[in-house]
């Protein structure tokens, strides 16, 4: 609890793990609302872009959250090299 209020420790990227799994929903759910809404309901062309939003929805935030976690991770590297230096 200490390191929450002193930021001994960093709180968000566990948050980037959820926000992460309502990106992930949210790709899926549009993913299939346009595979299955349109002028003439279901078409073929409307469930190939579903299924490419989805997909690509999916890749993006995956690529995303990683870039965000290896921004933490290279911080929290050089904040090792720091303490190293400062003993």
Do not use: H
């Not at 948050?15 to 073929?44: H, K």
């Amino acid at each position: 609890m200490r390191n929450l209020f002193f930021f001994d420790a960093m709180l968000t990227p566990k948050i980037i793990t959820v926000v992460y799994w309502i990106l992930l929903l949210s790709a899926v759910i549009s993913g299939l609302g346009s595979m299955f809404t349109g002028y003439n309901g279901f078409t073929f062309g409307g469930f190939l872009t579903g299924l490419l939003i989805a997909a690509a929805g999916a890749v993006f935030a995956r690529i995303w959250c990683e870039l965000m976690i290896v921004l933490f991770k290279i911080n929290g590297n050089l904040q090792k090299i720091a303490d190293k230096q400062s003993d």
